[in-house]
C-alpha cells in the first residue's frame, strides 16, 4: 500500500517535470530557427537600405525599424505619462472609491481585449475621419495596449511604498503633492521603468494594431500623417508573400525583432535585481 | 509658513490630484467609447442581419452576404485544442515551478516561460508557416489519420494549414498566461496548508492534490479563462496558418478561418459600407465575449487572492 502511494507520487511528479520540457520545446525551437535562418539572411544592408522590389534579392528593412522606433516612441509619449498619473490617482488619492473599482476594472477589460479591436476602432474613429493611414495612427493604437500596462504595473509598485515614507513626508510639513512627486515616485521608479520597458517590449511586436492604422510602406515616410513601416507587419506581408527572397527577410526581421524584445525584458529584470539587493 | 505660499502649494496639489483624477477617468472613458464607437459603426450590420449574422453560414461579400458562423466556429475550435493542451501542461508546469523546484531553476525556467509570452505573435505565425505547418503535414497529421483515421476529427488531406496547426500555435502562446496565474494563486495558498498534510503523512503529490489544488481551484479555472480570452481573439499567428477559408468541416485538418484573421485580413479590401460595418460586426461579438470571459476570470482570481475565508478544507 505504501510502495503504491509512492510510485503514484513518483509518477505525478515525473509528469510535471515532462510537462515543463515540454512547454520549453516551442520556446527553443522558435527561438533556434529564427536565430539559424536570421543570421543567414541578416547583413550591414538590412539595418541601412529599403525594401526591394519583390522577388529580388537584397534590400533591408531599414524603414521598418526606424518605423517601429518611432511609432513605439509615439506610444510612450502618450501611454507613459497617462498609465503613471492613473496609477498614481488609485494608490495615492483614492484607493477603495466606486471610482478606483471602475477604474481598475476598465484597466483588466482593456488588458484583456484583443489587440485587433483597438486597430478597428482607431481607424473608424481616427483613420477614417482624417482621411489617410498615418503614422499618428499607428502610434495612438499602440499607446492605447500600453495604457492598461502601466497602470497594472505602476500600481504594483506604488503599493509597495511603505506607509511609513509617506507619514515621514507629512510629518515633515511636505504637501501631499510633492510627497509623491519628491518622495513616492523615486522610490519607486526603478520598478516603474521596469513595468514601462516591459510595455514597451510588448507593443513593440504588435502587428494587428498596425494593419490598418499605420498600414506599412516600402519606402520611407516623410512625415507622422502619411502610412509608415513596422518591422512586425513587414514580416508579416513578407511571411506570406509567395518569394523565398522575402521569406529570408521576414526572417531577419523576426531576428531583430526577437533581440529587441528580448534585451527590453532582459534589462527590465536586470533593472529589477539590482533594486532588491 | 505665510499665507500665500501656502495658497501656492495648494494649488499644485491641487492640479496634481485634479491631473490624475482626469487619467484615471479617462481609462474608464476609452473602455466605453470603444464599445460605443464599435457599435456605432456595426449598426448597419446589425439592422441588416440581426441575429442571423451570427448562425449565417455564407461570407459573400460580392452578393452582400454575410454570416459569421464559419469565423465563430474556427475561433471556437482553435481555442478548444488550445486549452485541451494548454490547461494541462500549464498547470503542470506551474506545479513543478512552485512546489518542486529548487529556488535557482524556478528562476531560470519561470523566466524561460515567460518569455514564451514576449515572442511577437508575428514571429510564432512565421515560425508556423515554415516549420510547424510542414512538420503537420508530413508527420503529424498521416500518423494520426493511420491510427485515429476512423475518427471524423482526423480525415481528409493532411495539407498542414488549419484548424490543428492553429490550435496548437495558440495552445503555445496561451501557455505562459495560464502558468503565470496558476502560479500566482498556488503561491496564494498558505505554507501551513502544506506542512499540516505533510505532517499527516501525505506524500509530495498529495499534499498538492488535497492542499494546494482544491485552495487554488476557482484561481486556476480564472487563468485557465485568461488563456482562453487571449486564445479567442489573438490574431496574426492564426491568420497566417488556420488556412483562411471560411469553411465548417469536422475535420481538425481542414483549413478554417477564426473571427480575428478575417478582420486582419478583409478589413483594408472592405469595398463598400456594409461590408466593413459585418467586419466591425465580428469585432464587436469578439469585444463582447472577450470582456464577459475577463470578468469572469478576474472574480474568480480575486476570490482566491483573497485568503482563506473559513476551515472548509476536504
Not at chain 1, 495612427?137 to 504594483?156: F, H, K, Q, V
Not at chain 2, 501656492?8 to 477617468?25: E, V
Not at chain 2, 523566466?111 to 505547418?133: D, K, R, T
Request: charged share 10%; no cysteine.
Amino acid at each position: 500500500m505504501k510502495s503504491l502511494r509512492k510510485s503514484v507520487n513518483w509518477i505525478m511528479l515525473s509528469i510535471f517535470i515532462f510537462a515543463t520540457i515540454i512547454a520549453l520545446i516551442p520556446l527553443f525551437g522558435v527561438l533556434g530557427y529564427v536565430v539559424e535562418h536570421g543570421f543567414r539572411a541578416l547583413s550591414l544592408d538590412f539595418f541601412l537600405n529599403l525594401p526591394k522590389a519583390m522577388g529580388l534579392s537584397g534590400g533591408g528593412m531599414a524603414n521598418a525599424i526606424v518605423g517601429t522606433l518611432i511609432m513605439v516612441l509615439i506610444a510612450s509619449l502618450i501611454g507613459i505619462p497617462i498609465g503613471i498619473l492613473a496609477a498614481i490617482y488609485l494608490t495615492e488619492y483614492d484607493r477603495h472609491s466606486w471610482l478606483s473599482v471602475g477604474v481598475r476594472f476598465a484597466t483588466d477589460v482593456l488588458t484583456g481585449i484583443p489587440s485587433i479591436i483597438v486597430g478597428i476602432v482607431i481607424y473608424t474613429a481616427v483613420v477614417l475621419k482624417m482621411g489617410n493611414f498615418s503614422a499618428l495612427a499607428g502610434g495612438l493604437a499602440l499607446a492605447i495596449i500600453m495604457i492598461p500596462l502601466i497602470i497594472r504595473s505602476t500600481e504594483e509598485m506604488l503599493k509597495l511604498v511603505s506607509h511609513s515614507i509617506r507619514e515621514a513626508g507629512y510629518a515633515l510639513g511636505i504637501s501631499k503633492g510633492k510627497t509623491i512627486l519628491r518622495i513616492i515616485l523615486p522610490t519607486a521608479a526603478k520598478g516603474i521603468i521596469t513595468g514601462a520597458m516591459l510595455a514597451v517590449a510588448r507593443v513593440a511586436g504588435e502587428t494587428a494594431p498596425l494593419l490598418f492604422t499605420a498600414l506599412g510602406n516600402q519606402y520611407w515616410a516623410r512625415s507622422l500623417n502619411e502610412p509608415m513601416a513596422s518591422l512586425p507587419v513587414q514580416i508579416f506581408q513578407y511571411a506570406t508573400s509567395p518569394y523565398k527572397e522575402w521569406h529570408q527577410q521576414a526572417w531577419a526581421g523576426s531576428l531583430v525583432l526577437i533581440s529587441l524584445v528580448i534585451i527590453l525584458n532582459l534589462s527590465a529584470r536586470f533593472a529589477f535585481r539590482s533594486r532588491s539587493n | 509658513m505665510s499665507k500665500k505660499n501656502k495658497f501656492k502649494t495648494s494649488i499644485g496639489d491641487q492640479t496634481l490630484r485634479i491631473l490624475t483624477l482626469l487619467m484615471a477617468i479617462s481609462v474608464v472613458v476609452l473602455m466605453v467609447w470603444m464599445g460605443w464607437e464599435m457599435f456605432h459603426a456595426a449598426r448597419p450590420s446589425i439592422q441588416k442581419f440581426g441575429f442571423g449574422f451570427i448562425t449565417g453560414r455564407v461570407w459573400d461579400p460580392v452578393k452582400e452576404q454575410f454570416g459569421a458562423l464559419p469565423f465563430i466556429y474556427g475561433t471556437i475550435v482553435t481555442s478548444l485544442i488550445a486549452l485541451l493542451l494548454a490547461a494541462p501542461i500549464g498547470l503542470g508546469v506551474a506545479i513543478f515551478l512552485n512546489e518542486m523546484a529548487i529556488s535557482k531553476v524556478r528562476t531560470v525556467v519561470g523566466f524561460l516561460v515567460e518569455m514564451l509570452a514576449a515572442i511577437p505573435s508575428v514571429v510564432y505565425g512565421l515560425w508556423g508557416i515554415f516549420v510547424l505547418a510542414p512538420w503537420l503535414r508530413e508527420t503529424v497529421q498521416p500518423g494520426l489519420a493511420k491510427w485515429l483515421g476512423f475518427l471524423p476529427l482526423f480525415q481528409g488531406t493532411p495539407v498542414g494549414f488549419g484548424m490543428l496547426a492553429g490550435g496548437l500555435i495558440l495552445a503555445v502562446m496561451i501557455l505562459p498566461t495560464i502558468a503565470a496565474i496558476s502560479r500566482e494563486v498556488m503561491a496564494a495558498v498558505p505554507n501551513m496548508q502544506r506542512e499540516a498534510a505533510l505532517a499527516l503523512g501525505a506524500t509530495k503529490w498529495e499534499m498538492i492534490r488535497l492542499a494546494v489544488l482544491p485552495y487554488a481551484k476557482s484561481g486556476i479555472m480564472g487563468g485557465i479563462m485568461l488563456g482562453l480570452g487571449r486564445a479567442l481573439g489573438e490574431t496574426m499567428a492564426v491568420t497566417m496558418v488556420i488556412g483562411n477559408r471560411p469553411d465548417i468541416l469536422p475535420s481538425l485538418f481542414a483549413p478554417a478561418y477564426s473571427m480575428a484573421a478575417v478582420i486582419a485580413n478583409e478589413f483594408t479590401e472592405a469595398t463598400y459600407d456594409l461590408y466593413l460595418s459585418a467586419l466591425v460586426e465580428i469585432g464587436l461579438i469578439l469585444f463582447g465575449i472577450t470582456l464577459i470571459l475577463n470578468v469572469f476570470a478576474r472574480l474568480l482570481i480575486w476570490s482566491v487572492a483573497q485568503g482563506p475565508k473559513g476551515g472548509n478544507l476536504v
